[in-house]
């Protein structure tokens, strides 16, 4: 009998039961499934067409295979958790779809930039400011230092703005606070480290008394901010520390702001990011998202700080000379750590550069860092000091003109001559804009025989990668996104994966400066412009520069410039003398002559068509002049310069 299930079960494996199939016991066991199959082929060609019949009917006569009953109860849970998903992944259900109140959200920095980020949260009544940042100048810009924000919004709703908050401590967050407050004052909510670095720039802006504005706050803990705001600072990772993701809540919702993060699971300090906090509000129901997008190409998840450690200490260990280390003067566990290091190698250390100095002391008075005070040296002692025994930490890895280590690199700096035993180590990446002048500044280093540290593993990111902008995506689960904080490729760039998240394409939308966008449980739009912009600032003497100062000195610099001096017989309309014609940059000195005599060619033409009364008018007569020979220059050198008429009627 056993032989006999046998047979029926590999037939029905093979889809070939046999009408009139008979047991055969006389099979030796051993042989069974040879037997079986020689069977099957020997029977194969005249049953085809009853094989396929049986296919047909859903099988033959031998015994068919009987379904698994359903057990409802089961299949009742199955509907239970697919309905508690939708529950917990939509947010429809989390937000009061009743509700008729709404915030605005306008960014007037940040947007189609690395940097400058400033943003309004604005109900009915009130109003408050997230960072007042500043950003870097382009390579036209002559002249100009910084660029700090457009305030002419700001100053139109003055009277309901409650406060400024902080969410670290980054120049692109807080560089901007001292040109603001110079004009308006709010409060200043933060924790502790970036109050203490504004509190520096209202000393260099000699606007102390400014102090009495801070509120340093406790991670955690929700501040009431006028009536209409309610604000968590929830702790997040960052390439600086103390930095802070924003929770805040109004009667529409809670919306969340990421400020600048990466996920770093092994900080320096062991203070991770706050995901319980994240993962709270997104479970409660987040109306709308803020995030950062600046990395969101990067496939990979950003390392951890902790991981330039083993490169650090290769460095050191090799180094025979003097190390001299350059980064961002903020990231104060990447100093920590090379400065650790340097001790482990018998180095004093030696810190030099005005932003550099002010942030180790400020992070060593307030204890977010603890390091030997016996350790440090004076610059003016490390000439007297082994090679072997000194670590320079400076500024500078961005190649700026008047930093530390560029000083350094044309020999002009006061205490450090570099020397063909140095080791340089940039432990930064570019910032965009910036390659030029790094590999101009390179370029010095070398040529005064200085080697350079080409480790890639010196430095990482403080930025989200898209796997991490997934994770806050998630945890957070809002139903509105807005993308802040990079380019208009990262934004876009970080809408896809938001997309890839759950989030409708129709819930995100791609801010510029300037556009005021309402949110409310039911709906998210753009309801106006405001007036943004930049401003230009001259650091020399903390002065704005006037934009006709700016597009001026791009025009000399592109264009050059042309000086005429004519006198003129105001009752002929006629030249007295030869015109005085002065050009720079305009033409090469040895065709002076010859456009001199072609400007006084067009100045006589422009006398004999002459309108009636314009002699009188000395201003329309200079300004039409000006045209006049604007037309003729672009149409014989598709050039504009600036053009500087002056007519002396007789």
Known sequence: MEENKGDVQVS????????????????KPNNSRTNNRNNQNKDSKPNNKANNQNRAKGGGRGRRRQSTPVDENL?????????????????????DLNSKDKIRITPLGGLGEIGGNITVFETQKEAILVDVGMSFPDEDMHGVDILVPD?????????KIKAVIITHAHEDHIGAMPYLYKEMQFPIYGSPLPLAMIGNKFDEHHIKEHRKFFNPIEKRKIYDIGEDFKVEWMHMTHSIIDSSSLAITTDAGTVIHTG?????HTPIDGYTADLHRLAYYGDKGVLCLLSDSTNSYNPLPTP???????????????AEGRVILSTFSSNIHRVQQAIQYGIKYGRKICVIGRSMERNIEIAMQYDYVKLPKNAFVEPDQIAHMNDKDVLIVTTGSQGEPSSALFRMSIG???????????????????IPGNEGSISGMLNHLQRAGAKISHDKDIHVSGHASIEEQKLMLRLTNPKFFLPVHGEYNHVMRHKETAVMCGVPERNIYIMNDGDSIEVAPKYMRKVKTVKSGKTYIDNQNNHKIDDDIVLDRQKLASDGIVMLIAEVDGQH???????????????ADKQDKAF???????LEHFLLHIKDGLLENGRALENDLRQVVRKHIYRKMKKYPLIVPHVFVQ
Do not use: C, W
């Open 12 to 27: 029905e494996l093979n889809g070939n039961v046999k009408e009139g199939s008979k047991p055969n016991n006389n099979r």
């Open 75 to 95: 299949k009742k849970f199955v509907g239970i958790n697919q309905e508690g998903h939708k529950q917990r992944l939509n947010p429809h259900f989390k937000l």
């Open 151 to 159: 305030f002419s919004y700001i100053r139109e709703i003055k009277d």
């Open 260 to 264: 600048d993060f990466k996920i770093d």
């Open 304 to 318: 951890s700080e902790l991981s330039v450690a083993p490169a650090l200490d290769r460095v050191f260990s090799k």
């Open 412 to 430: 002009e700096h006061r205490h450090v001559k570099i020397k063909p035993t140095d080791l340089i180590v940039l432990s930064s990446r570019a």
């Open 573 to 587: 309309a006629k030249m007295l003398s030869k015109p005085k014609v002065t050009t720079f940059g305009l033409v």
């Open 596 to 602: 001199a005599k072609e400007m006084e060619e067009v």
